[in-house]
């Protein structure tokens, strides 16, 4: 377990800092009121995210150890949205369509709201 843990802590390390030094660099090339940088750490971690399942489960291709390590470490420091992406991704292959609605609005909107939440505290201290 103690190995499991650290694979995680030094992936997500790497994804953390990836994410930061990358998205500072595209906002820098691109500037915009858009947040590009995050559009694109977002779409790339969905894309390493896909291809590292499909490594791991359709080919084989990846031990358990490194799976973990890519996954939940790197690309979970790199961007949950890659998470929140892949878990949408095996709702519509299992045609679960009325929990990702479900799944999808209640992260969007209840997200919103949290944020919100969050950004108000400060006024009840």
């Known amino acids: ?3 499991t843990l650290l694979l995680i802590g030094l992936g997500g390390f790497l994804g953390s ?3 930061f030094l990358i998205a500072l660099g595209i906002n820098r090339i ?3 009121v858009l947040p590009i940088g995050t559009l694109f750490v977002n779409i790339v ?3 390493l995210i896909g291809i590292i399942y499909s490594l791991a489960e ?3 291709m990846l ?3 490194l799976r973990i ?3 939940v470490g790197f690309c979970g420091g ?3 949205y890659s998470s929140f992406a892949f878990e949408k991704f095996h709702l519509i292959k299992t045609g679960d369509f009325l929990m990702l609605a479900i799944y999808v609005s209640a992260s969007v909107f209840l997200g919103l709201i949290a944020v919100f939440a969050g950004s108000q505290i400060h006024k009840l201290f």
């Open 17 to 19: 800092i990836s994410r």
């Open 30 to 32: 691109f500037q915009s």
């Open 45 to 47: 971690g969905c894309l």
């Open 78 to 80: 790199f961007t949950t």
């Open 63 to 65: 031990s358990p150890e």
């Open 58 to 60: 359709q080919k084989n």
């Open 1 to 3: 377990m103690l190995r």
């Open 69 to 71: 390590f890519l996954s």
